[in-house]
Structures are given as C-alpha cells and as structure tokens.
C-alpha cells in the first residue's frame, strides 16, 4: 500500500510517499480501507518535535511510529476473530492517535474501540473532518465551560478547523455565541450561527464591552489578564491549541488565576498515545464523538472544508496547516 512514512523529525520534507506491507488486522482490530483523513496540528507538532518536550511521548532521537494522520474515514476491508463492532463493506470514522496514528496511508489496522459507524449523511471527507477537532470543541464548551442554554459563550478564533465546530456546537447546546475572526471570515461565523461577530482586525474583544460566561480561546495569543476582564464573575476561560506561550501561562498561571471567581482552564482531546490514561481518554472521546455524530446525523453541524489534498500531496496540505490560515479544516482525499 501506499504511506506517507515518517523516519526523522523536520519539516514537511521529511515526509515521503512509499510502498509499505498491508497491515494484518489483529483479533480485535479492523482493517480499514482509508477513504479521507484530516491534517490537525498535532501532526505538524509531532512532525517537527515542537515543543520539544513531546519527544518523550514519541520518541526522544526519532519517531517511533512510521506514519502520521489521526484523524481517518473509510470502509471495513476485513475483522479480526473477536471483532463484533463491524463487518466487512462498513463504513468507520474515528480518531487514531490513541492507536500509533498512520492515517496518511491507504490502508491501517485500527482497533474497533477507536472507530464509530460513519454517520449515513456525512461523506467521508465530511465525517475525516471531525474526530479531533469537533471533540475538542465539544470538551471545551460542555465538558469544561459547562454551556447551557443562555450561557454567553465568546470563541476567539471561530474560523479555523476547532473553531468551526465550536461555534456550531456551542449553538447546538443553546449558547449565545460570538464568534471573533478576521474581517475575511465573518461571513463565515455568521452562516455557521454566531449571533455577533467581532472583527479582530479592527477591535479587540476585551476593550468591546461585552462580558462572557465561557471564553474559548483557539487561536490568537493575548495575555490571560486580557480574558479575565472580558469574563464574567464566575466564569470560565478554555483554551484549546494556541502558541507555546500561551501553553506556558495555561500550565503555570491559570491555576493561580483560578483562585479567585473566574476559572482558567486548558483542553487536550488526544489521548495518549498508548497505557492506561490514554486508554481512559480513548474511551471519553468516543462518547462524546458519538454525541457529535448525532449533530452531524441531524443536521446541527456540519464539518468546514477549506482544502482538499491528495496522499501524495500530505507534504503541501501540513505545510499549509503551519502557515495559520486555514478557515476550517484540510482534508487528505485517499
């Protein structure tokens, strides 16, 4: 089969399309046939070894998986013994980190636990599109803001691939919504169910004068003085992605911050990538995947597509992931 095969750190140019052995799928494995998978951060971070601390969790001097993607839809080629979940000719989507990633191939032995039916009104780029970046919206919103209906809920980066998903679901659980992004994708946030918008080009959200019970942060640094005046007593900062910065103050300073009458909080939906935790989180971020395929099966969200590559064009699509721009999520076709 074909791969893009991962042997060293780097960029994009370290990545290059071979042939590999089929994978046999074991006893309680799928041997899926890929039709689509998706480009997320984590695969450019893990790519590059940035930070550099994530090369304990994936090799110290290099990789020790062959294959990046993590998020993948296609059909059930062949079961395992002990497989109840699917047979052959199904259609699967799900999310391969906890597995050793190596979605950017044709073929992957996947563990039935890691995958959920494709939802029937969802294609596979579609339903490529969502594992990780929706469920991550998803922990955010209901798991960590606590979004209710009524609750005012602002998203600080609505236009990239969590983002989407956020503002979508964040209205699927009844929120008031403010969606900030660039003057280009307001149109965007509106049609996706923003009730406002806020141009980040010309104001900043704190100096608007509106304050929010939940801030999900995606993209865009400003220091977490800046959300706390733009929260609510009592309310809740998420943030989700953001730059290495941004990941220093979550880790050191929210919990300081959270002391008082707001709260500042960080979300990682990729599991581990093998042992006990990561099993736990595997099993967490099924249930809710399969609450967002109910909202896909019904219409409430829908996945944003801004590009669309080929398996032989991985190196392009991580590359153009890295440049920021995305508005809303990149697609490997397979």
């Given amino acids: 089969m074909k791969a893009i095969v991962f042997e060293r750190y780097g960029p994009p140019e370290v990545l290059q399309l071979r042939e590999i052995p089929t994978p046999s799928p074991g006893e309680r494995e799928v041997l899926l046939r890929i039709r689509a998978a998706s480009v997320n951060a984590a695969d450019w971070h893990i790519m590059r070894a940035d930070p550099f601390f994530a090369r304990l969790a994936v090799g110290l001097l290099r990789p020790r998986f062959g294959v990046l993607g993590t998020d993948v839809a296609g059909s059930v080629e062949a079961v395992g013994a002990a497989v109840t979940k699917f047979a052959p000719g199904d259609g699967a989507f799900g999310n391969l980190f906890a597995c050793g990633l190596g979605g950017f191939a044709e073929y992957a032995a996947v563990g039935e636990d890691a995958l959920l039916p494709k939802?029937?009104?969802?294609?596979?780029?579609?339903?490529?599109?969502?594992?990780?970046?929706?469920?991550?919206?998803?922990?955010a919103l209901r798991t960590v803001g606590k979004v209710e209906p009524g609750t005012a809920?602002?998203?600080?980066?609505?236009?990239?691939?969590?983002?989407?998903?956020?503002?979508q679901i964040a209205k699927a659980l009844g929120a008031d919504v403010t969606a900030v992004a660039s003057t280009r994708n307001l149109d965007q946030a509106r049609a996706l169910g923003a009730d406002r918008v806020i141009d980040y080009t010309r104001e900043g959200f704190a100096e608007h004068g509106e304050r929010y019970d939940v801030i999900v942060a995606v993209n865009g640094y400003h220091p977490l003085s800046v959300y706390g005046r733009a929260l609510k007593p009592g309310?809740?900062?998420?943030?989700?992605?953001?730059?290495p910065r941004q990941w220093v103050e979550a880790v050191l300073l929210a919990p300081l911050r959270s002391r008082g009458d707001k709260r500042f909080a960080r979300v990682n939906a990729a599991p581990a990538l093998s042992g006990p935790a990561g099993e736990r989180k595997m099993r967490t971020n099924l249930k809710d995947l399969a609450y967002v395929a109910e909202l896909l099966e019904s219409g409430a969200v829908v996945p944003v597509i801004d590009r669309r590559y080929s398996l032989n064009q991985v190196p392009d699509a991580i590359r153009y992931m890295e440049e920021g721009h995305a508005t809303g999520k990149v697609v490997i076709t397979i």
Wanted: charged share 0%; net charge negative; aromatic share 6%.
């Fill in 119 to 139: 939802p029937a009104s969802s294609s596979f780029e579609q339903a490529a599109a969502t594992p990780l970046a929706a469920v991550t919206a998803l922990q």
């Fill in 153 to 167: 809920v602002l998203i600080n980066g609505a236009a990239g691939g969590v983002g989407t998903f956020a503002v």
């Fill in 235 to 243: 309310g809740t900062y998420v943030m989700v992605g953001g730059t």
